[in-house]
């Protein structure tokens, strides 16, 4: 079945350095894999969009890779803050059906002053 | 800038009601969805609409039906309350005929079955 796997574990890093999280998926094959951030108590923000024939994607201190070989996103966050700390969804969207978003269930990120 | 209103932030109701969870959004889009979102299992798709009194089922439709009967409100029914829907409701919706724009979502609202 169809599977998307974001680590479970909080990640936590120093201000200043870079987060990187990660999104592996089985079983699938997307067209496009979108990410979004979340505060506590509310909605997730879209942040960026990446699609199967790109390799990679930057919006300011954000970059995001896609590699369907590896079956892997990569989301990295440079020059990292405070105000960065929240969980991250990756969210994929495949190639022949309806268009409905899969989550994953999120990596929470405590970027430390 | 697109904003999504659910009508309540916190609701608690008790087993065998009927609820309504309410979500409007004001950028004329095609396609509304609702989820639901639990610690641990991430969020689920429990049905979406990409039209006008068109509705499709999500993961987990069991339990829930749906209402959109105009272009920017799309409504969340529980028939019959029961303890295991208490979660966190999310509304979200997209634009254009293409299903995979990117979605935007609403603040959500926390329902509690007793």
């Known amino acids: 079945s169809q599977k998307i796997e974001q680590n479970s574990e909080a990640l936590n890093i120093q201000e200043g350095k870079t987060a990187t999280l990660t999104c592996n998926y089985t079983?699938?094959?997307?067209?496009?894999l979108q990410w979004y951030r979340q505060d506590p108590g509310r909605g997730p923000v879209f942040l960026l969009l990446?699609?199967?024939?790109?390799k990679e994607k930057r919006k300011e201190r954000l970059k995001v890779t896609f590699d369907t070989t590896l079956k892997q996103s990569l989301f990295h966050i440079t020059a990292s803050q405070p105000a960065d700390s929240a969980t991250y969804l990756c969210?994929?969207?495949?190639?022949?059906?309806?268009?409905?978003?899969?989550f994953g269930q999120g990596t929470t990120l405590q970027v430390k002053p | 800038d697109v904003k999504v209103t659910q009508s309540s932030r916190y609701l608690v109701k008790r087993t065998g009601e009927k609820v309504f969870l309410e979500c409007v959004q004001d950028m004329d889009h095609e396609n509304m969805f609702w989820y639901r979102q639990d610690p641990g299992l991430g969020l689920r798709l429990i049905y979406f609409?990409?039209?006008?009194?068109?509705?499709e089922k999500g993961d987990i439709p069991e339990g829930y039906s749906v209402s959109r009967e105009k272009k920017e409100r799309f409504s969340l029914i529980l028939e019959s309350a029961s303890t295991n829907q208490t979660s966190m409701y999310l509304c979200?919706?997209?634009?254009?005929?293409?299903?995979?724009?990117?979605?935007?979502f609403g603040p959500g609202t926390r329902l509690t079955v007793t």
């Open positions: 979200a919706s997209s634009g254009g005929t293409a299903l995979n724009y990117e979605q935007y």
């Open positions: 079983n699938y094959s997307p067209a496009y």
């Open positions: 969210a994929l969207v495949g190639s022949s059906n309806t268009g409905k978003l899969i």
């Open positions: 609409s990409y039209d006008v009194k068109m509705k």
């Open positions: 990446i699609r199967e024939n790109e």
